[in-house]
C-alpha cells in the first residue's frame, strides 16, 4: 500500500524559507515521478515541481523557478523541496504526488497516488 506523507508546513514571514518533506513508503519508487503540487483556498491544485525518482529530470512552473528546489533521499526515500524567498502568493496546501514512469508531467491527472497536504502560510 503507497503512503505519501508530507511534513515541513508552516508560517513563515515573506522573504524567508522551509523545507517540505515527503516520506514514501508502501513499494519501491524507483521506476516514478515525484511531484509536488499545491492549493491555495478557492483555486483549482496547480503543478509546482515534480523530478524523476533517479533525479536525472526535473521540471518547475515559472513562478517558482531560481526559489525552489526538488530533490530526493533514496536511503530515506523520502522526496523534499526547499522553498527559499517566500511570498504571500506562495501560500497554500502542499501536496505530494507520485506517478509511475519517468517522465515529468504537469497535469494533475496524471499522478496515482497523493498525500494528505501541508499547509504552507506566508506572511507580508
Known amino acids: 500500500q503507497v503512503q505519501l506523507v508530507e511534513s515541513g508546513g508552516g508560517l513563515v514571514q515573506a522573504g524567508g524559507s522551509l523545507r517540505l518533506s515527503c516520506a514514501a513508503s508502501?513499494?519501491?519508487?524507483?521506476?516514478?515521478?515525484m511531484g509536488w503540487f499545491r492549493q491555495a483556498t478557492g483555486k483549482e491544485r496547480e503543478f509546482v515541481a515534480a523530478?524523476?525518482?533517479?533525479?536525472?529530470?526535473?521540471y518547475y512552473t515559472d513562478s517558482v523557478k531560481g526559489r525552489f528546489t526538488i530533490s530526493r533521499d533514496n536511503a530515506k526515500n523520502t522526496v523534499y523541496l526547499q522553498m527559499n524567498s517566500l511570498k504571500p502568493e506562495d501560500t497554500a496546501v502542499y501536496y505530494c504526488?507520485?506517478?509511475?514512469?519517468?517522465?515529468?508531467?504537469?497535469?494533475?491527472?496524471?499522478?496515482?497516488?497523493w498525500g494528505q497536504g501541508t499547509q504552507v502560510t506566508v506572511s507580508s
Open positions: 504526488a507520485a506517478r509511475f514512469g519517468l517522465r515529468v508531467v504537469r497535469s494533475k491527472n496524471e499522478y496515482d497516488y
Open positions: 523530478m524523476t525518482w533517479g533525479g536525472s529530470i526535473s
Open positions: 508502501g513499494r519501491s519508487f524507483s521506476g516514478y515521478t
